[in-house]
């Protein structure tokens, strides 16, 4: 049911990617927001190619258009106007133009004997892992070693924390889901993780929401979008000297 991977249109080594020179606008977002439900990977990623062309940056495209037209999706499914498969679908396509654009885009990397190790993972048994792996480019590109997760269950997320030292665990809520949920799993990523000052960060529709819940949980902080995750992140893990490479 889901559309075969992207492989037809992969942005072309050595083209050079938007370094914040331009805006997204909101009339740039009411024109891109439906088009996931109708057009191909490909064929968003043509229509994305013309916002790096304009100089945008590579985290605008992400937060400012992208991730708008998912939340768009969101909105249609609440009311009715289109069903799961066609959020699923075209969040798939988001993903998939997410990824590529990721893929020809410079990142920072810091020093590799202190790399600071992040996970990124939608709340165990969600199946949307758009905004997990929105977080987790960002970070990536901000010389973080970060890994994501997809639609994993509670025994997969748990494992990964216990076998591997993390700095930062990131959770996103898409669902409406109770402060004691969340809780249960916070509890128990920190009672198996191998890094024992972990911090744990929450975010996601639900979150934004209703904020508070992150910290009745006992997470360490929440944020509205992947910017912000990084903001409090690196205040909360520490920074470190970065330098551009290319990616890819």
């Known amino acids: 049911m889901i559309p075969q991977l992207l492989v037809a249109h992969r942005m072309r080594p050595g083209r050079a990617p938007g370094i914040g020179g331009g805006v997204i606008t909101p009339e740039d977002v009411a024109r891109f ?141 898409s669902c409406e889901i109770t402060t004691d949920s969340l809780s249960r799993t916070i509890k128990a990523i920190r009672s198996v993780s191998m890094c024992q000052d972990v911090s744990i960060l929450v975010g996601g529709h639900a979150v934004n929401a209703n904020p508070v819940m992150a910290l009745e949980a006992g997470a360490d902080g929440s944020a509205v979008d992947a910017p912000g995750a990084l903001a409090l992140a690196n205040r909360l893990v520490g920074a470190a000297t970065h330098r551009i490479v290319n990616a890819g």
Request: hydrophobic share 50%; glycine share 6%.
């Open 33 to 173: 927001s439906p088009l996931p439900l109708t057009l191909q990977a490909d064929e968003l990623l043509v229509h994305v190619e013309e916002y790096v062309a304009r100089g945008i940056g590579i985290e605008a495209i992400f937060v400012d258009l992208l991730a708008p037209a998912a939340r768009r999706l969101g909105v249609l499914w609440e009311e009715d106007l289109c069903d799961f498969l066609d959020v699923t679908i075209g969040l798939w396509r988001l993903q998939e133009v997410m990824r590529e654009i990721a893929w020809g885009s410079p990142i920072i990397t810091g020093p590799i004997s202190a790399p600071r190790r992040a996970l990124f993972s939608p709340m165990p048994g969600e199946q949307h892992s758009f905004g997990a792996t929105m977080v987790h480019e960002v970070f990536v590109r901000a010389a973080w070693d970060s890994e994501v997760l997809v639609a994993p269950d509670m025994r997969q997320l748990v494992a990964k924390v216990a076998n591997k030292s993390y700095d930062l665990v990131g959770l996103t809520v």
